[in-house]
């Protein structure tokens, strides 16, 4: 008897010691959408950013795709680390709609092509902002930090495709 009362104060003092993670250490069903969403969005615009380099022989529209690219490919590196170390799994592949997105600017060319590209990465970089600003709102320290930091770099891009799409206006 007096044997368990021993194990029972031991276990006792040892679960004291344990620490027991706090609710911002996880990750909330929100956090995981917000993750999700962000991925398949940027490789949504870094599949268009590499068509586009491509297609285009506007070698400013060359220039701005290849700057996204860049950006977006290590903005995905750094979700697949965030993913990881919270053992997050999900399907990256890219949705219908931007399946068919591609599809389209695929068939194009020429100015019709690099008016619809910029279209399409002022539209993908304003979804983009809206993700990170709830990611940023997050109750998790690497979330919140995370989508905080990167907003500066999708508002670049924006600005950078909306000069793009002006451009190609006139």
């Known amino acids: 008897m007096r044997k368990s009362l021993v194990y029972m104060i031991a276990s006792l003092m040892v679960l004291g010691f ?11 069903s929100q956090d995981k959408d917000t993750i999700k969403d962000a991925m398949r969005n940027l490789q949504a615009v870094a599949a268009e950013c590499r068509l586009a380099r491509d297609h285009t022989e506007n070698d400013r529209v060359q220039s701005m795709a290849s700057k996204i690219l860049g950006g977006d490919d290590k903005m995905i590196e750094q979700i697949h680390d965030l993913r990881k170390k919270y053992d997050m799994e999900f399907d990256t592949s890219p ?31 304003e979804e983009l902002l809206r993700i990170f600003k709830t990611g940023a709102k997050s109750e998790n320290a ?8 990167k907003q500066d770099a999708i508002r670049e891009h924006l600005d950078m495709a909306k000069k793009m799409q002006h451009d190609l206006k006139d």
């Open 18 to 28: 344990v620490r027991i993670a706090p609710a911002s250490d996880k990750l909330s």
């Open 95 to 125: 949705s219908n709609p931007d399946v068919k997105d591609r599809k389209n600017l695929d068939k194009m060319e020429g100015k019709k092509f690099d008016r619809e590209f910029a279209d399409t990465m002022v539209q993908q970089n």
């Open 142 to 149: 690497d979330v919140r930090e995370y989508f905080d930091k």
